[in-house]
DNA sequence: TCTGGGGTCCTAGGACCC
DNA sequence: TCTGGGGTCCTAGGACCC
C-alpha cells in the first residue's frame, strides 16, 4: 500500500502558521512579480478566484471581497515542506518526497495494528500538532490511486482528512466518481479526446481494452490504466539521483536593457543553481542562457544557446565564466528584456566527471573555495558571500509587495510576541 | 500595461553503424 | 523489373506533473 500525503493550500497554509488572524478569510498567494494566482485558501476559491488567473483581473474582487494577498515567500515555504517531510520519515522508511507539498510512502511492511484508516489519522495528527500545517492523507495500493484517495480525502467532509481505498468495492465506487479529468496521468489534452469517446470518469477508461489504450494513449496511458486497477507500474523511487537539469529563471520586476544588467541577472541565476548542483554532489556538462524581451508576438526577441563545457564543473566561477560567453553571443543591443533563466544540463555525479587530458582548471582549488563559500552562507545567510558579479543595480529584481516575514530562516524576521501583564 | 517557475518521460524521425 | 535486415544514438516536440 501507498500513502500520499499532500498538504493543504500548502502556501496559504504556511502564511497562516505565522498569523492566526487569516484562519477562516479568503487568502491568495500570487506567483513571482506578482503575476498571478498560485494558492487559495478555501474561501478564496469559493469566491471564484482559479489556479493561474491573472491578479490585474482580479483586483476589484480583491479589493470588494478585502482578500489578503501575498507575494511568494519560497524561502518560507521550503523551510516549512522541510519540516514536513524529516516528519514524515517517522511514519515509514521509504518517503518519496513527490513535491514541495506531497510524498508517497510505502507502507508495506509498516506495523498498523489499527488498520491503515487510524494510521493515515496519526499522520494527519502529529503533522499538525508537531508543524501546525493541515494535511490530506489517501492510501491505496497504487500511487495513482493513493492520488484519488487523497483528492476525496480533502474535498469530501465525511472523510475528515484520510481516505482508504482497501477494497475493490471501496475502489470502483471512488473510480466511478472520480471525472477522467482529475485522473493523475490524465491531462488537459487527454482528457477533451476521452470525453468525446464517451470515458467521462475513471471507470470508464477501466472499462476500455488494454491494446486500444497502449495503441491510442500510448506507454504512458497504459501505466495509468493499469495503475488505476490495482496494477503498481509507478513503484516506490527508492534511491533519487538528483535532477537531470536545474533551472533558474525569472520575469524582472522591469525591462532592462543594457548588458550588465541583463549578465547581472544570468550571474545571480547560475549561483543559484551551481549552488544547488553542488548540494546534490553533481557536476554540470552544459550551461544553456535564454533570454526574452518585451513586446508582443513577432517583434519579441526571443533568444537561447547552449554550450557544452570541456570538462563537467559545479564551480561557480566556472559556469559563471561559458553563461557569459553565452549572453555575449545572445546579446542584442536596443532589446528591452523582460525575462533570462540558465539551464544546467548534462548533469552527472561529481566522482564521476570524464577528466580532460588538457585540462587547465585546477579543479581541486576550485572544489575548496566553493565548499568555503557554501558554509558561510549556510551559516551568516542566503548569498552573504556572492561572486562580484552578482552584485550590482538590482534593476532586475522581481516586484514582491506583499511579502511576508521569513519567520523561520532569519533572526530579523523572528516573530515578536507581546505578553499582556 | 499587467499572465510563474521548475521539472520528468515518451515518441518519431534523422543520422549513423555493421 | 528487381534494391536487406538489424541495430544505436541523438534531438525536437509533445504531454504530463506540481
Redesign the pocket.
Known sequence: MYALI?CNNFFVSCERLFNPSLNGVPVVVL???D??V?ARSNEAKALGIAM??????LRELFERERVTIFSSNHILYGDISRRVMSLLARFSPEVEV?????AFLSLDGISMPYGAEVYGRMIVDEVMRCVGIPVSVGIAPTKTLA?IASHRAKKMPRYQGVCCLATPDQRAIALMETPIGD?????????PKLLVEGVATAWDFTKLGCEYVRRTY???GERTWRELQGVVCYAADESPE??????????FGRAVTTFDEVYEAVAN?TA??AE?LRQQGSAAGSVMVFVKG?GCHPNRYVGALQRMLPVASDSTIELMQYVRQVLVALYRRGENY??A?V?LGHIVPRDHVQLSLFDTVDREKHHRLMQVIDNVNRQAGYKALRIGAEKGSQSWH?QSKHLSPCYTTSFRDILVVKADK
Not at 513527490?98 to 506531497?102: A, F, V
Open positions: 499532500d506567483s513571482g512579480n503575476g498571478c498560485i493561474g488567473q491573472p491578479a490585474f483581473e513527490y513535491s514541495i507539498d506531497e492520488k485522473v493523475w496521468g490524465i491531462g488537459r489534452r487527454i482528457a500510448t506507454i504512458g538528483g535532477r537531470q537539469s536545474i533551472t533558474v529563471s525569472r520575469t541565476f543559484t543553481a544547488r518585451s523582460k525575462k533563466g539551464i522581481a
